[in-house]
């Protein structure tokens, strides 16, 4: 037992430094990317190389999240391929332990970075995200990004019909506020009531429309409600953070988040295909890290004579393979070809099911 927890620290103390190696090249990469097109609006605007420098970190959680799966490749294929290089594979085995005894570290270590970039991609870069887009903003226009939203539209359905519509020029989430608001109710498809008021405010866990009035309508005519000096309540579902979620793009939610906003607009009636998409990718890719780490040890142990620069180069391969079939599969899923959940995960099963078999084989 002893000798086991020896083995699996030697294995993942050879295993970290080519992996955080990994994350800093790759991440690099693209961080070096957009820090030069960043520096290049910041001249044109006049601002400080330092905000460039600034925004180009705040775009780092975002990458983070397509390089961990990258340097778990990479950092398993270079440790191990060193291990087998050198013999310590047949070592180890000599003491007792197969295949897929000597490789639990590996795939330990696969699983704990695939929750690690479940948690950079649902908490950390969605907050980096909103962050960078108001500071770039700032930089570009010299005032801070409005937070006021404009021309907003809330629908609610009921068995496939319109029961409410509300639309409000504007929407301050700040003081959970819409203004210039239009409230409209339907009985089986037909007008029922039609209000027009200045505000509409939230207090006491409900939505109450301020100054207006309200025209009921039917078949053989029309009544008008003023309620100037009065507040009247309005039935609808919707609550502050809801509307807040609507608004947000997907790259600026977790994924709980866009989870609710993809339930949120089918009950509007909205098509959230590519939503769908989206909201399967934040799951699939950080959990291309485990897969990764499968196929690096499964690899890296089939051809022991394979040194650090076929190791370097393979892992490159693979990524470039994997990313061509994420956005093949993105492509028809949004197409309509494939299910949004199979467009998302396509390549994950492509690479598992090959990293399971190369595994299997070495292994017996």
Same mark, same amino acid.
């Given at each position: 037992?002893?000798?086991?927890?020896?083995i699996?620290?030697?294995?993942i103390?050879?295993?970290?430094f080519?992996?955080i190696?990994?994350?800093?090249a790759f991440?690099g990469?693209?961080?070096?990317?957009?820090l030069?097109?960043?520096a290049?609006?910041?001249?044109s605007?006049?601002a400080?190389f330092?905000?460039?420098l600034?925004l180009a970190?705040?775009?780092?959680p975002?990458?983070?999240v397509?390089?961990?799966?990258?340097?778990?490749?990479?950092?398993?294929? +270079?440790?191990l391929g060193?291990l087998?290089?050198n013999?310590?594979?047949?070592?180890?085995?000599?003491?007792g332990?197969?295949f @897929?005894?000597?490789?639990r570290p590996?795939?330990?270590?696969?699983?704990c970075i695939?929750l690690f970039?479940?948690?950079?991609?649902?908490?950390?870069?969605?907050?980096?995200?909103?962050?960078?887009?108001?500071?770039?903003?700032?930089?570009?226009?010299?005032?801070?990004l409005?937070?006021?939203?404009?021309?907003?539209l809330l629908?609610d359905y009921?068995?496939g019909k319109?029961?409410?519509?509300?639309y409000?020029?504007?929407?301050?989430?700040?003081t959970?506020t819409?203004?210039?608001?239009s409230?409209?109710t339907f009985?089986?498809?037909?007008p029922?009531s039609t209000?027009?008021?200045?505000?509409?405010i939230?207090s006491d866990?409900?939505?109450y429309l301020e100054e207006g009035?309200t025209t009921f309508h039917?078949?053989?005519s029309?009544?008008?409600m003023t309620?100037?000096k009065s507040i009247?309540?309005?039935?609808i579902k919707?609550q502050p953070?809801d509307?807040?979620?609507i608004?947000?793009?997907p790259?600026?939610?977790?994924?709980r988040?866009l989870?609710r906003k993809?339930?949120?607009?089918?009950?509007?009636?909205?098509?959230?295909?590519k939503? +769908?998409?989206e909201?399967?990718?934040?799951?699939?890719v950080?959990?291309a890290s485990?897969?990764?780490?499968?196929?690096?040890a499964?690899?890296?142990v089939s051809s022991?004579?394979?040194g650090?620069?076929r190791g370097?180069g393979l892992?490159?391969a693979?990524?470039?393979?994997?990313?061509l079939l994420?956005?093949?599969s993105?492509v028809?899923?949004?197409g309509g070809?494939l299910?949004?959940c199979l467009?998302? @995960?396509t390549q994950n099963?492509i690479?598992?099911f @090959?990293?399971?078999?190369?595994a299997i084989?070495?292994?017996?």
């Open positions: 037992m002893i000798l086991c927890s020896i699996d620290r030697y294995i103390s050879e295993l970290i080519p992996f190696f990994g994350v800093l991440a990469i693209f961080v070096a990317a957009d030069v097109y960043l290049r609006v910041a001249v605007v006049g400080s330092f905000t460039a600034d970190m705040m775009k780092f975002q990458i983070l397509y390089a961990l799966p990258m340097a778990t490749l990479m950092g398993v294929l +270079l440790a060193k087998s290089q013999s310590e594979f047949i070592a180890i085995q000599a003491c332990q197969g @897929w005894r000597t490789i590996v795939i330990v270590f696969g699983l695939t970039g479940l948690f950079v991609n649902d908490v950390m870069a969605p907050a980096a995200i909103i962050r960078y887009e108001m500071l770039f903003n700032q930089m570009v226009r010299q005032k801070p409005p937070k006021i939203k404009h021309n907003v629908e009921e068995a319109l029961k409410t519509l509300i409000a020029s504007e929407f301050d989430p700040d959970n819409f203004s210039n608001v409230y409209f009985i089986e498809g037909k029922e209000t027009q008021a200045n505000k509409m939230w866990e409900a939505w009035k039917n078949d053989v029309s009544t008008e309620f100037q009247q309540p309005v039935a919707y953070q509307v807040k979620v608004q947000k793009s790259n600026q939610m977790g994924i988040e989870k993809i339930n949120l607009l089918q009950q509007q009636g909205e098509k959230v295909k939503l +769908l998409i909201y399967h990718q934040k799951i699939s950080p959990f485990l897969i990764f780490a499968l196929l690096g499964a690899l890296a022991p004579r394979g650090s620069a370097f892992s490159i693979i990524v470039f393979i994997y990313y994420l956005t093949l993105s028809l899923g949004e070809h299910p949004p467009a998302a @995960w099963i690479i598992g @090959w990293s399971l078999f190369l084989k070495r292994g017996r």
